[in-house]
Nanobody, 123 residues
């Protein structure tokens, strides 16, 4: 399974971005996908996850009400819509796929990772 993120960039506080994660390869191997982020000098942080088969989602408290995770099953693409962005959202954002049942907020439980895309929120 290969995962490629796109859509990152520089945005002003209060702005929006939509990240995409294109998946290829043995996509039947995964059960759920998630977004994580890592700011300089900090641990990787869970953002959101989605169960691929039915689209059920879970969002981290830190981004609840501002970020939305979704997927296009036919295109094997994962999305993260980010609204009302804050400077503290600045990080490298990674998508990940999990081949075992259940949605997880723990990065260690994900099997496949993308290379990341930089999101910078600054005026």
């Amino acid at each position: 399974v290969q995962l490629v993120e796109s859509g990152g960039g520089l945005v002003q506080p209060g702005g929006s971005l939509r990240l995409s994660c294109a998946a290829s390869g043995r996509t039947s191997r995964w059960y759920s996908m998630g977004w994580f982020r890592q700011a300089p000098g900090k641990e990787r942080e869970y953002v959101a996850a989605i169960r691929w088969i039915d689209g059920s989602t879970h969002i981290a408290d830190a981004v609840m009400g501002r970020f939305t995770i979704s997927r296009d099953n036919g295109e094997n693409t994962l999305y993260l819509q980010m609204n009302s962005l804050k400077p503290e959202d600045t990080a490298v954002y990674y998508c990940a796929a999990r081949s075992t049942m259940g949605i997880s907020a723990y990065s260690i439980e994900y099997d496949y990772w993308g290379q990341g895309t930089q999101v910078t929120v600054s005026s």
